[in-house]
């Protein structure tokens, strides 16, 4: 998502602000005597129609001729649209006006005189070009902060690249030295994408020191999941569809090095993760004596996950060598769903 989630505010907003100002003007330029003559019959009803036209012409402008041409740099096509947009503005304001409300009132907006037709679209082309001219330029103002907002995540991915070059070919001490360059160059002018950073080596130093214990601390555990998916936000935003959560209190228990990502990172490596209609639902439970992770998801139709096993075998092998038999593990895969469930000792 970008970072406008709720951008309808932004449009109300300005709907606001334009019906105000307009009335403002009427107020002070027309020499209105009391702001109740706005409501005379049927004066207010033309208003209406005016204002229903107004942002008719602006939702199509800006949900469907920008999107189809600005966005493609199509000037010519989005000309074009502007006139018809122009035209379609006129045609609807006569509907309304000129035969709906002239049907149910008698009278007319317009007098007879300038009812012809190249006065009446002449007339309406000033007040459809305010309609368009605001609609193109929010719609642009919102094209250019999506397009900063995908610089600065292409900025991460970049880092990010970097950085597993780095850690593939560098030391880690030299490699988490850089990472800590890279956050003091940019804790000031981008304070977001330095902590992205500091997340990510926080991440990196996981695996790179803690990992090849035999058993870790379940908080800096629950802490790398946590960060492991953080990314995975930043990369799906809005559409990332996992719903994670944590039950029980942490103190002081110990778990198995990189047990429960293989949990969470099958779901991410070979499940649909990003439909909002089939949310994937990853639940760690801590209980008194015992941890459990369940996890559940729909997979794709080229997927099948008891069939390739996902290191169940291996996982099965360290389990039984951790614990004998004292945990449970199961995994079932039915109509394009996968669940697994862990629970182990604690």
């Not at 002239?102 to 305010?130: L, W």
């Not at 999506?146 to 560098?170: F, M, W």
């Not at 569809?241 to 070979?270: C, D, R, S, W």
């Not at 209980?287 to 290191?311: D, Q």
Request: aromatic share 16%; with cysteine; proline share 2%.
């Amino acid at each position: 998502m970008t970072a406008f989630k709720y951008r309808w505010r932004y449009h109300t907003i300005l709907g606001a602000l334009i019906i105000i100002m307009d009335l403002y003007g009427d107020y002070i330029y027309k020499n209105k005597s009391s702001w109740a003559e706005y409501f005379d019959y049927p004066i207010y009803l033309f208003g209406i129609t005016m204002y229903i036209t107004f942002f008719s012409i602006y939702v199509l402008n800006y949900k469907v001729l920008c999107p189809l041409t600005l966005s493609r740099k199509h000037i010519l096509k989005f000309s074009i649209g502007i006139i018809v947009l122009a035209f379609l503005f006129a045609g609807i304001r006569y509907v309304l006006e000129e035969v709906l409300l002239y049907s149910i009132t008698g009278q007319h907006n317009y007098v007879e005189r300038t009812r012809h037709f190249g006065f009446y679209v002449f007339d309406n082309s000033y007040y459809a070009s305010k309609s368009l001219l605001f609609s193109t330029a929010i719609y642009l103002f919102f094209r250019f902060i999506d397009h900063k907002e995908t610089l600065h995540q292409l900025k991460i991915e970049n880092k990010k690249a970097e950085l597993q070059l780095l850690k593939s070919q560098l030391g880690p001490h030299f490699l988490f030295n850089t990472l800590n360059s890279f956050y003091s160059e940019l804790i000031e002018s981008q304070p977001k994408t330095a902590a992205d950073i500091h997340r990510l080596s926080d991440l990196l130093r996981f695996v790179t020191y803690e990992a090849h214990q035999d058993s870790i601390s379940l908080e800096k555990d629950l802490k790398f999941i946590e960060d492991y998916i953080y990314f995975f936000q930043k990369r799906y935003e809005d559409n990332l569809a996992v719903n994670y959560q944590v039950h029980g209190i942490v103190t002081n228990q110990k778990v198995p090095a990189m047990l429960l990502i293989h949990f969470v990172e099958n779901v991410f490596k070979h499940g649909i993760v990003n439909d909002t209609s089939e949310v994937a639902n990853i639940t760690i439970t801590i209980l008194p004596e015992s941890l459990e992770i369940n996890t559940k998801n729909r997979v794709a139709n080229s997927e099948h996950y008891a069939a390739s096993g996902i290191g169940y075998s291996s996982i099965q092998k360290r389990l039984i060598a951790l614990f004998k038999n004292d945990f449970t593990l199961h995994k079932k895969e039915e109509k394009s769903y996968f669940e697994a469930y862990l629970k182990i000792p604690l």
